[in-house]
């Protein structure tokens, strides 16, 4: 079992920088691939990042030059580095863990972009 927490969403403006943290309550050396997923109102879960643990990140188009993953295996956590900033950020922010063929997830972290 891996449980995942998020933390550093609030409210900023266009423009601004926020940094998710996703701290999980196990090592992450061993996790192969740890994410971001995001999920507006109404609409369906989109992929934003991932970093696997052989140094691979991959990006989702909409946020590729703004955002930045990277992982701190010391301390067992997963950021995501989010500057410039838009309005169409705003979601919720799920961390997500894949270990073998299982995956697991946090609760989310609200980011709101005013305009």
């Known amino acids: 079992q891996v449980q995942l927490v998020e933390s550093g969403g609030g409210l900023v403006q266009a423009g601004g920088s926020l940094r998710l943290s996703c701290t999980a309550s196990t090592s992450i050396a061993s996790i192969n691939f740890m994410g971001w997923y995001r999920q507006a109102p109404g609409k369906q879960r989109e992929f934003v990042a991932s970093a696997a643990n052989y140094g691979t990140t991959n990006y989702a188009d909409s946020v590729k030059g703004r955002f930045t993953i990277s992982r701190d295996n010391a301390k067992n956590t997963l950021y995501l580095q989010m500057n410039s900033l838009k309005p169409e950020d705003t979601a919720v922010y799920l961390c997500?863990?894949?270990?073998?063929?299982?995956?697991?997830w946090g609760q989310g972290t609200q980011v709101t972009v005013s305009s």
């Open positions: 997500y863990a894949t270990l073998g063929i299982r995956n697991y």
